[in-house]
């Protein structure tokens, strides 16, 4: 990749992108410092006995080493540090990587239809999937558009998504410990007007 950015996914607007790939690598592993993969059971064991590390591993949740996706359609910011056009730019192709991903939940958006007098006439609640699920949902997602993309909290490494599949929504909520995003050329201007 010609353009290659760290932790910035602020800078990226992900909104109405397309997904080409969504997946999971190593599931059930965790990147450590020194870049080798190591099984959850371990850390979760090296916590038990006390051993210092982040907040983060105490998140419930699945665990992989990476949660990759590509896109198109996504819009660099002009305040990126790869952009150095300074006005929002379409990208390329972009790989998003995001490292030691704990995915907290995926949803089913739940909804509300009402009739013409504004009667409520069925309510169906967020349906939490179980994580034997996510890959195959994760497959549901390709050639479909980010409806929302961005972080909840601006002071933590969390990251929520909110993919439409037909005429469902579907909500993943995550953290991670950095986020790489790369593509090789810009395009167009992005007019956000």
Known sequence: MKFKSTNEIETIQLRDAQIKEMKLVGVGEVETDGEAAESVEKVKADDAAGSVRDAETSLKGLRARWLEFYVEGAVVKDNNSQNEYYTDKYADQMEIRFKNPVIEA??????????????????????????DEYEKIFGKFKENYIFYGGKPEADKKCYQMIIDVDEDSYIVSFYYDKVIAGWNHFLNKANMG
């Open 106 to 131: 995926v949803l089913l958006e739940g909804h509300k239809y009402y009739d013409a007098n504004d009667n409520l006439v069925e309510e169906v609640p967020d349906q939490k999937l179980a994580e």
